[in-house]
């Protein structure tokens, strides 16, 4: 076994968990809470200026690492200020993520694996298959860097959450879980479910799960398509879950939770952007709770695919609004620091090879 597979990361602990691992320790439980605390505010071993350091060498020596992540580098658009973050774990593997600054606050999109396993056509974050989950910690983690790397005084700097980087978060579901529970608990960050989105390719199974499961946040579909055979061209998922699967199962979650779904739909030039998609797309959405995200198409080489063009979108959208389905282009980003998901991670990666 590795040093790197030996590690043991505290963030993936709950606060009770935390509370046993101390008393294991023979330490007062008292130092659960201090050590929360901490690493709560992203704080290195040689921060915790409060804990005894007889007590850091027993997490030492029991192979306890504080912080899950570091942040490599990070780019700054000048156009916006959105920043592109790239982190490393713990055992050498890279991972990315954004912060985009709006008027009612500070959002970040966190990745949930390393890699991507579902390897549609037009994300850059499949091009290597699934290399492994993330755990809840290490989710958490780039959370707690990107809040401490922000903060100014005892404001919290991250007020919503998008769980939109790489890896589809329902194909890791158990990890992320655990991490909505740890990022929502009212002892560490409390960040509120209501702030929280979850984008998944459509994982039926797991959206039922996640309904039962209690978890009311704002569930995102990544649709692109209003068809299966349309569908299937971009999303290899199609073929386990259709489109009146996801449908059924999005009109479950709305059911348990009352949140409304939003769909994602990138525009993809010459195959899901005409007048007869945006009817077919109507038609699928028909009695749903929902609004539409539309996205121009972020360009990835590997895949070749471009966006359609400005007038597409806006007859597409026209069409879409005169038959009364909510919907609105989603605003582009960080363009002059390398916008698409996945293509941070593979650019640093080629250049430190």
């Known amino acids: 076994m590795s040093d790197g597979e030996k590690m043991k990361q505290l963030l ?4 009770e968990e935390l509370e046993k691992i101390v008393l294991d320790l023979n330490e007062p439980k008292f130092r659960a809470k201090q050590l929360f605390d901490w690493l709560n505010k992203g704080a290195e071993f040689d921060e915790m200026k409060n804990l005894p350091k007889s007590f850091i060498e027993k997490l030492k020596a029991n192979d306890y690492i504080a912080q899950a992540i570091k942040i ?9 200020g959105t920043k592109k973050y790239i982190y490393e774990l713990f055992d050498g593997n890279i991972i990315e993520g954004v912060l985009m600054k709006y008027k009612y606050g500070n959002t970040i999109c ?19 298959g699934l290399i492994r989950n993330l755990t809840p910690g290490e989710i958490l983690g780039q959370v707690i860097a990107v809040n401490k790397d922000n903060k100014k005084g005892d404001e919290r700097a991250i007020t919503n959450i998008v769980l ?34 979850l984008s998944t390719c459509g ?17 995102t579909i990544s649709l692109h398509a209003p068809d299966n055979e349309t569908r299937l061209k971009t999303m290899p998922i199609t073929k386990k879950y259709t489109v009146e699967d996801i449908k059924k199962a999005v009109q479950y979650y709305f ?18 952007d005409s007048i007869e998609h945006a009817k077919t797309l109507v038609s699928l959405l028909k009695g749903l709770t929902c609004h539409v995200n539309i996205i121009p198409l972020n360009y990835v080489k590997e895949r070749g695919l471009k ?40 650019k640093y990666l080629e250049e430190n090879k």
């Open 255 to 272: 059911d348990k939770t009352g949140r409304r779904i939003v769909f994602e739909y990138a525009m993809v030039d010459g195959t899901n």
């Open 72 to 80: 490599k580098e990070v780019l700054v658009s000048k156009i916006d």
């Open 164 to 197: 939109m980087g790489s890896g589809e978060p329902l194909d890791n579901y158990e990890n992320v879980t655990k991490f909505l529970d740890l990022v929502n608990a009212e002892c560490g960050l409390n960040i509120s479910m209501r702030n929280i989105s």
């Open 12 to 15: 993936d602990y709950s606060f």
């Open 203 to 219: 994982i039926c199974d797991k959206i039922y799960k996640l309904a039962d499961d209690g978890y009311n946040l704002t569930l």
């Open 307 to 346: 966006t359609t063009s400005n007038d597409n979108i806006k007859n597409f959208m026209d069409f879409l609004e005169k038959h009364k389905v909510s919907c609105t282009r989603r605003r582009t980003m960080g363009a002059d620091i390398d916008g698409a998901c996945g293509q941070l991670r593979r």
């Open 110 to 128: 966190v990745s949930t694996q390393v890699g991507c396993r579902m390897n549609c056509a037009f994300c850059a974050s499949g091009l290597d």
